[in-house]
Every structure is written in structure tokens, then in C-alpha cells.
């Protein structure tokens, strides 16, 4: 019976961190292209499929796109994250988050492209996976600050407009 109830409350787990993980993949998606400037929306994408070693984002040709300027995608990836901490920070928590959702439905290749990518092998050391609350309060620090940087954004190009 105990591990019935400990089979539940795995799943449960899994449920809230999958959506936390979404939470994160939506938040970075938005704040990559505020960050870059406009019409950097597919190279924001790229740069997070490069991050997460994974497609992810497949919209608008994103992975020809990023197949096509690999090198400059990592780069500027590479970049990002070395100038904005907090953006790195859940980026290598949502790596984690990733490599153990893709761990746990067997996708054994995707967790090993995730252990040999250049950013799992550049920061999984300094960032540990989080349990479930910390994550969710990170999530929530990013949105605010990705909230904050659009409204800057618009702020600013609003002034430009008139």
C-alpha cells in the first residue's frame, strides 16, 4: 500500500514540475526576444532549443534556422547567459528539470545529447537540480523580472512612437 501512495505522490511531482518547466520554456521564450530587441523572436527560440540541447521551440523554421547558424547561435547563447545571471540560473534549472523528465519517459538519447551540450557541461556543476517549491519560486522570480522588462521595453518604445 505504501508504495501505491508513493507512486501517487511521484506523479503528482511529475505534474507540477512538467507545468512549472512549461512555466519556465513560456517566461524565456518571452524575455529572450525583449532582451535581444525587436525581430529576434526566432533567434530567441534557436538560442533556447541551443541552451536545452533539444528542439523545443519548432515554430517558423526555428530548427533550420538554428542548423543553418549553429556556431553563432551558441555563441550568442554562450553570451546571454554569461551577462544575465538570473536568466542562467533557470536556464540550467530547467536543464535539469528537463534531463529528469526526459529521464524518466526513457528518452535515454535526448538525456545524453543533454549531458554532452555545451551548457549542461558549463554549468551543471554550479547549478543543482531544486526541489519542486524552490523551482517554482525561481519560475516566478524570472516571470516578474521577464513582466518588468516588457514593461520598460514598452515604456520605452512608446516615447519613440509619439
Given at each position: 500500500m505504501f508504495k501505491f501512495f508513493q507512486g501517487l505522490r511521484a506523479a503528482r511531482d511529475g505534474d507540477k514540475m512538467l507545468k512549472i518547466y512549461q512555466r519556465a520554456l513560456n517566461s524565456a521564450n518571452q524575455y529572450l526576444?525583449?532582451?535581444?530587441?525587436?525581430?529576434?523572436?526566432?533567434?530567441?527560440s534557436a538560442m533556447l532549443n541551443e541552451i536545452?540541447?533539444?528542439?523545443?521551440?519548432?515554430?517558423?523554421?526555428?530548427?533550420?534556422?538554428?542548423?543553418?547558424?549553429?556556431?553563432?547561435?551558441?555563441?550568442?547563447?554562450?553570451?546571454?547567459?554569461?551577462?544575465?545571471?538570473?536568466?542562467?540560473?533557470?536556464m540550467i534549472h530547467t536543464l535539469w528539470v528537463k534531463w529528469l523528465l526526459d529521464k524518466a519517459i526513457n528518452r535515454n538519447f535526448v538525456v545524453l545529447a543533454h549531458e554532452n551540450g555545451w551548457a549542461f557541461e558549463l554549468y551543471s556543476a554550479q547549478y543543482s537540480l531544486l526541489p519542486i517549491k524552490d523551482y517554482d519560486v525561481l519560475?516566478?522570480?524570472?516571470?516578474?523580472?521577464?513582466?518588468?522588462?516588457?514593461?520598460?521595453?514598452?515604456?520605452?518604445?512608446?516615447?519613440?512612437?509619439?
Open positions: 526576444p525583449i532582451k535581444l530587441g525587436p525581430g529576434n523572436a526566432k533567434v530567441a536545452l540541447n533539444d528542439d523545443v521551440f519548432q515554430e517558423n523554421g526555428v530548427n533550420e534556422f538554428r542548423a543553418q547558424n549553429k556556431q553563432q547561435i551558441a555563441q550568442k547563447a554562450k553570451s546571454v547567459l554569461e551577462q544575465d545571471p538570473l536568466l542562467r540560473q533557470l519560475v516566478t522570480e524570472f516571470e516578474n523580472q521577464t513582466m518588468q522588462a516588457l514593461g520598460n521595453y514598452l515604456e520605452s518604445h512608446s516615447k519613440t512612437a509619439h
